[in-house]
């Protein structure tokens, strides 16, 4: 298979179910904070843990439309995280994804809001009904947990502050992976396990696209870190050398560009091998794990 | 039956579950993030939010104790709307409760960290297993729905922006029926609602203590709005006077202090109406409308 192809493919569908959740023009008093909403999610993200889901759900045999609540409700959160991460009490940042960030177009206030608004409607989503009907409720209730905490204080929340706590200054071996298997590895390892629980999976493989979830969860942060490095700005639509201005703590500057290298690429294999007691049905989530290291963007 | 016992009764009860939510002492890395939310979220509640969700389960026979999960999840989002609200970008508050505000004490960036990780944490508690025993997967779905409608851009975050932007405005006659619908009431409706749906209550039930819940809630905010000006600072924990000097959109503003003490009673009337048709197990939800607008703080 090509994974090109199957990427345009299930974007375009999950741009479509995206589309389906915000009215096209907001009205009505409180229409700004939805068009700061909609802004930022349509801001041409890669939607990679959406894709992720789905792959996972189709790796065990599931169907990728049943998951598309919980697969959008992933995007969701992914751009809250942003916008919260852009403001200027967090990453100060002005561009993402080539476009002014949310807080630069809509304000501060605004932009704070629409982050709370997508971390709520991504539950609102996932409790659907809709997604009820499709899959058994008690599996929609334990994804509804995993995903929460792989976004809350244990997961995503828990390696931002550190993130921000650690710019600068001298910290303990350990922390940068601490800090990268939670900032982004959290969200991405429940996105393909929640399309896996989802998709029907038994325990054993839920297990092993969980595994597989984590290993690219981490290569994929690892492969920021470098692309702030060697990428170019043009085409990842954000400024390059921010962290090195910002003495953050990566895996470059911690251990150095090329064992970064290194550990991406083991990284990316051990995810592969995770998989080995899976079919052809898994191939997109094979390649998915070398597209996340290989990516430029 | 007695109102205070009752009411200390079930904040005792809150008060040890929502302790057993958080380490006591919180370790690693993100112990901070820990550490912001437990502070707000054991700064004195009156735990409202919860006690109607309790009540709301025990007016329709149900068990007050099976929806402890929901009941602390709901204190849970009250309480990330406070820190988020008290940001120097939104409300620009120091003093809350009679304590300082959430980022006084840990800093912007923490304290905007710990409302996201609160409002996350509530749906990992809603969608909690302990919860999933007591009451069926699909109504606890229902209520997670309800909850985050209630706290999304259609709710809570609605009235939040529309009030933000109306500071200091002429608005339509309307809009602050819209904001205080929103900004407090959608939430206090859907907590005893939840209550309801998880109590095992029939639809005409819910409907009721729905509708209830819609006249306590805006009964609430137009309380609040009297206290900020009747109020006492020492009593309340807050400031008084803020929203003459914001210019915010209030009842006394647009109708006057006399009209909006008597738009107050008939909410209180027209919630005890709602309720004609339950026995005594409402009784204090009946209790409850009375106190929400003859509160001191």
């Known amino acids: ?10 974007r375009a569908i999950v741009d479509q179910a995206l589309r389906g959740i915000f009215p096209v023009i907001p009205k009505g008093p409180a229409a700004d904070v939805v068009k700061a909403m909609a802004y930022s999610l349509f801001a041409g993200g890669k939607r990679l843990r959406p894709i992720l889901c789905i792959a ?18 992933l995007e969701l959160i992914h751009t809250y995280s942003l916008i919260h991460d852009d403001l200027p009490v967090m990453d100060n940042d002005d561009l993402r994804r080539g476009k002014p ?69 001298q910290v303990e071996p350990g922390i940068v992976e601490f800090i990268h298997t939670r900032k982004t590895g959290a969200l991405i390892s429940a996105s393909v396990a929640s399309g896996a629980i989802l998709g029907g999976g038994r325990d054993e493989e839920v297990e092993a696209i969980t595994l597989y979830g984590r290993r690219i969860g981490l290569a994929f942060q690892v492969a920021d870190d470098i692309l702030d490095i060697e990428g170019d700005s043009k085409t990842l639509g954000k400024r390059v050398g921010v962290d090195a201005g910002k003495r953050k703590i990566t895996y470059p500057s911690v251990v150095g560009l090329a064992s970064s290298k290194e550990i991406q690429k083991d990284l990316a294999e051990q995810a592969v091998g995770a998989l080995k007691g899976f079919d052809e049905k898994a191939e997109p989530l094979r390649k998915l794990a070398v597209y996340i290291i290989e990516r430029k963007r």
């Open 1 to 10: 298979m090509e994974l090109k192809p199957y990427l345009s493919k299930k």
């Open 56 to 73: 996972g759900a189709e790796a065990v045999g599931g169907k990728g439309t049943s998951v598309l609540p919980v697969a959008c409700a």
């Open 101 to 169: 960030t949310n807080h630069k177009v809509f304000g501060e206030a605004v932009a704070l809001l629409a982050g709370d608004g997508l971390l709520t409607e991504a539950f609102r989503l996932m409790g659907g009904s809709m997604m009820a009907e499709s899959v058994e409720a008690p599996s929609l209730l334990r994804v509804i947990r995993l995903v929460a905490e792989a976004a809350g204080y244990e997961g995503m929340i828990g390696g931002q502050v550190v993130d921000i706590q650690s710019e600068g200054k």
